[in-house]
C-alpha cells in the first residue's frame, strides 16, 4: 500500500481527535493561575490586586494565587512573569512605574514593557490630591501658583522621595505651572504629609485616601485632583487640568498584563472576565472608598495608556534632571 493511501484514515483519524482538542483549548483554566505582584503586602498595589484576584478567580471557576514579589521598584516580579510560559496561567499587576517610568528610571531594565508583556487590561486610576498647609494663603491652584511665582525659590513640595508618584506629580506641576520651588525628599509619603501638616514643607501630592480626613478636619487644604476628570472619590474637588493647567494628569494606575506568548484567545477571556469585574457595584463601591476609580479598558487602549505615559515620564525626568540608576 503506497502511503498516500493512507491519508483518507490519517484525515479520519485527525477529524477523531478534533474535539478533544477544541475542548481542551477552550477548557482555561483547568488549574490555579498565579498572579505576580510587584510589591509586598498591604499597600494600594496589594489591595486592589487581591481584590481582583479573588473576584476573576470566582468568574473563572479557579483559584487565582497571590505572589508578592516587592523589590527594586518591581523589577522583580517583572522580570519572573515575563520569564514564565505563556500559557495564561501566570498573570501580573502593571502599574505606572513597571509599566512607564521605571524604563526611564532604571539604565540595565531586565525587562521591556510592550516588548515582554501582553496588555489585559486598565483597571484602576487613583488620583493624587493637591495639598497645601492652611496657612498657606491660596484657596486655588492658580493661586498657589501666583503665590510661587511672587516668590521663586522660597516656597518647598513634599515627596515619599525621587522617583516616587508624588515627587513626579510635584515635578510635572513644576514644569507646566512655570513655578519655581524646591523638592524635599522623605522617606515615605506619610513622613512628608507630617511636615506639611506642621507646616515646615508648603505643599505636597498625596493619594486622596490618607489626605482626606485631613481636608475634612481643615488641617490641610485640598485645591486638585490630579487625574484628567474629577474623582468618583472626591466629586466636589476641581481637577488641576480644569484649574487653569490643561493637559495636567499624574495618576497611580494598576491593570493586569501578561508574558507576549499567551495565546490570543486567552487574553481575550481574561479580559472579558475583567470588565465584568470592573462593572461590579460592590467593586466600584469598594474602590471608591480607596479614593480609586474603576476603569475597565481594552488591550488596545491598555497599551496606548503605557505608551502615552511611557513618553511623558521620560520628559519629566529628562527635564527634572533625575539620574537613571
Not at 83 to 106: F, R
Request: hydrophobic share 40%.
Amino acid at each position: 500500500m503506497s502511503s498516500f493511501a493512507c491519508l483518507p484514515r490519517i484525515a479520519l483519524l485527525i477529524a477523531a481527535l478534533l474535539p478533544a482538542t477544541t475542548m481542551a483549548a477552550g477548557a482555561y483554566p483547568d488549574r490555579p493561575v498565579r498572579l505576580m505582584l510587584p510589591f509586598p503586602p498591604g499597600g494600594p498595589s496589594d489591595i486592589v490586586g487581591r481584590m481582583f484576584a479573588q473576584k476573576l478567580g470566582e468568574s473563572l471557576g479557579q483559584q487565582v494565587v497571590i505572589d508578592n514579589r516587592g523589590g527594586a521598584a518591581g523589577t522583580i516580579a517583572c522580570e519572573i512573569a515575563k520569564n514564565a510560559a505563556p500559557d495564561g496561567y501566570t498573570l501580573m499587576q502593571a502599574t505606572v512605574g513597571t509599566m512607564s517610568i521605571n524604563p526611564s528610571l532604571y539604565l540595565k531594565l531586565p525587562y521591556e514593557p510592550l516588548r515582554d508583556f501582553a496588555p489585559i487590561s486598565l483597571l484602576t486610576e487613583t488620583p493624587y490630591l493637591l495639598v497645601v498647609n492652611p496657612n498657606v494663603p491660596a484657596k486655588s491652584v492658580k493661586e498657589l501658583v501666583a503665590l510661587a511665582k511672587s516668590q521663586p525659590g522660597k516656597m518647598n513640595f513634599a515627596s515619599g522621595g525621587v522617583g516616587t508618584g508624588n515627587h513626579f506629580s510635584g515635578e510635572l506641576f513644576r514644569m507646566l505651572s512655570g513655578i519655581d520651588v524646591v523638592h524635599i525628599p522623605y522617606k515615605g509619603s506619610g513622613v512628608g504629609m507630617n511636615d506639611v501638616l506642621a507646616g515646615q514643607v508648603q505643599f505636597m501630592f498625596i493619594n486622596l485616601l490618607p489626605a482626606t480626613p485631613f481636608v475634612a478636619n481643615g488641617r490641610l487644604r485640598g485645591l486638585g485632583v490630579t487625574s484628567a476628570k474629577r474623582s468618583s472619590a472626591a466629586p466636589d474637588i476641581p481637577t488641576i487640568a480644569e484649574s487653569g493647567f490643561p493637559g495636567y494628569q499624574s495618576t497611580s494606575w494598576h491593570g493586569f498584563v501578561a508574558p507576549i506568548k499567551v495565546p490570543a484567545p486567552i487574553i481575550k477571556q481574561l479580559h472579558g472576565e475583567l470588565v465584568k469585574i470592573t462593572q461590579q457595584p460592590d467593586v466600584k463601591k469598594r474602590m471608591v472608598a480607596q479614593g480609586t476609580d474603576v476603569i475597565g479598558s481594552t488591550p488596545e487602549e491598555f497599551r496606548k495608556v503605557i505608551q502615552i505615559e511611557s513618553a511623558k515620564w521620560a520628559g519629566v525626568i529628562k527635564t527634572a534632571g533625575i539620574k537613571p540608576e
